[in-house]
T-cell receptor
Framework: DAGVTQTPRHEVAEKGQTIILKCEPVSGHNDLFWYRQTKIQGLELLSYFRSKSLMEDGGAFKDRFKAEMLNSSFSTLKIQPTEPKDSAVYLC???????????????FGHGTKLSVL | GDSVTQKQGQVTLSEDDFLFINCTYSTTTYPTLFWYVQYPGQGPQLLLKVTTANNKGISRGFEATYDKGTTSFHLQKASVQESDSAVYFCALVVGGRALIFGTGTTVSVSP
């Protein structure tokens, strides 16, 4: 079973650079989520897509963070421009869903660890 | 808005100790509550689900109980093993929205 695949596993960027993180959800899953993980804040929602439509956008992340679903099996998260405070683990998750209230069992990827210098 | 709070950032135990992690939540509607576990180098994975209907969930020796009166739910295990060392997140979902996670509790179990 192919789980959620995230690339790259590690990314190092200079302040001001543009970086793109990639995610392939579990085949057949309708919902896709991007979360940011830090020790202080835990998991914070960046974006939530259902069947490629944007359902939720994390309010604090709108200005420099943009997630897209190019098709049902591929998503990107662009950070532009990067800042040192963006250093964190970025997690992508998917779920089967299909109904309005079943965003329950999320399958997470291993994450991309981003370091901004 | 809807939120969950985990105040315990770190719990250190020895094998066979009792584990108890508490989480409180705030919402104006009826939530479904979860515990996720994250092992080193991996993404979080679902451990338990607790609905307001059954008040309790059990999986892999872990038990989660929900208390509507205090808007809290906790995770417990009678006897932890070193392999239970991980980060534990409580989470809630309301309606068709994305899961809202707590900040996580790091559990370290020494042999």
């Amino acid at each position: 079973d192919a789980g959620v695949t995230q690339t790259p596993r590690h990314e190092v960027a200079e302040k001001g650079q543009t970086i793109i993180l990639k995610c392939e959800p579990v085949s057949g899953h309708n919902d896709l989520f991007w979360y940011r993980q830090t020790k202080i804040q835990g998991l914070e929602l960046l974006s939530y897509f259902r069947s490629k439509s944007l359902m939720e956008d994390g309010g604090a992340f709108k200005d420099r963070f943009k997630a897209e679903m190019l098709n049902s099996s591929f998503s990107t998260l662009k950070i532009q421009p990067t800042e040192p405070k963006d250093s964190a683990v970025y997690l992508c998750a998917s779920s089967l869903s299909g109904t309005a209230i079943s965003n329950e069992r999320l399958f997470f990827g291993h994450g991309t660890k981003l370091s901004v210098l | 808005g809807d939120s969950v709070t985990q105040k315990q950032g770190q719990v250190t135990l020895s094998e066979d100790d009792f584990l108890f992690i508490n989480c409180t939540y705030s919402t104006t509607t009826y939530p479904t509550l979860f515990w996720y576990v994250q092992y080193p180098g991996q993404g979080p994975q679902l451990l338990l689900k607790v609905t307001t209907a059954n008040n309790k969930g059990i999986s892999r020796g872990f038990e989660a109980t929900y208390d509507k009166g205090t808007t809290s739910f906790h995770l417990q295990k009678a006897s932890v093993q070193e392999s239970d060392s991980a980060v534990y997140f409580c989470a809630l979902v309301v309606g068709g929205r994305a899961l809202i996670f707590g900040t996580g509790t790091t559990v370290s179990v020494s042999p």
